[in-house]
């Protein structure tokens, strides 16, 4: 039932010959060769073993649909998105195009199973959280049987401008926002995971946002919770942590493990 409904949005969104693929969590929407979509269907399926269970605790109730368009300049054509791929919650679904790199579905991914384990569905999280958390899985790799991340990647010149700049501002201002209104405000928002990772503290601080914070505060107060949080977790008041943080990245370039500091 599920499969027929998707097909039928599908081709009336589109009209395109689509090839459609089901497994447990995921329906596969695809226009692209077999060899090519095996290795997207093995990386998500991967990607939901690997990393799912380490952040979050609720099932998804509804399987997740991926839109692969055959490239970007018809991705662009039928949807009019000027981006890599997009998340949509109502529909569930990660719309892409088939030869993106594999770091855009993941980072898709972590929006999709964020919006499942949300207490309240009209509450969505901060924008540097739901953004930072994505970002940081942009860049995995294929490691025995799992994907890990942990890894500076493309994001990491804007922030080292902002910091060699004095432009960085102070992690404090973006975290009490709902928004990213900063400018490279994804990149900050990125490596404020990168640095918990760092320190061993990004499981917890994921889980605490989500399960502790989000269904009891919204708002500026929520963005006032979550800087107490990283304070209680990394046991450091927020100014060592906004001085650390900038320390730590202006180490790192494209490509570097992030260091493991605990």
């Not at 329906?27 to 979050?56: D, G, P």
């Not at 917890?204 to 304070?231: N, S, T």
Request: hydrophobic letters at 35%.
């Amino acid at each position: 039932h599920e499969l027929f409904s998707v097909k039928k949005r599908i081709k009336k969104l589109y009209n395109l010959p689509f090839k459609y693929y089901q497994t447990k969590y995921f329906t596969y929407v695809y226009r692209c060769n077999e060899r090519r979509f095996s290795y997207i269907k093995k990386s998500v399926e991967l990607f939901y073993k690997s990393i799912y269970k380490k952040y979050f605790i609720y099932n998804l109730k509804t399987g997740i649909t991926l839109v692969l368009f055959k490239n970007f300049n018809e991705l662009k054509q039928k949807t009019g998105l000027a981006i890599l791929g997009k998340y949509d919650s109502p529909t569930n679904s990660i719309t892409s195009y088939a030869n993106t790199g594999i770091g855009t579905i993941w980072h898709e991914l972590i929006h999709a199973f964020i919006d499942a384990n949300l207490y309240f569905k009209d509450r969505p999280p901060q924008q540097w959280f739901n953004e930072g958390l994505a970002s940081f899985y942009e860049y995995a790799v294929f490691s025995n049987g799992k994907i890990v991340g942990g890894f500076a990647n493309w994001r990491m010149p804007r922030l080292h401008f902002l910091i060699r700049t004095n432009r960085f501002g102070h992690l404090s201002r973006l975290m009490m926002r709902l928004g990213l209104m900063e400018q490279y405000g994804y990149s900050k928002a990125r490596f404020i995971f990168c640095y918990l990772y760092s320190h061993g503290k990004i499981e917890e601080y994921v889980k605490y946002y989500l399960y502790k914070l989000m269904p009891k505060y919204e708002g500026f107060v929520l963005g006032k919770q979550a800087i107490k949080a990283l304070e209680k977790i990394m046991n450091k008041d927020i100014n060592t942590i906004n001085s650390e943080y900038k320390r730590l990245a202006m180490k790192l370039y494209p490509g570097n493990k992030l260091p493991q500091k605990y």
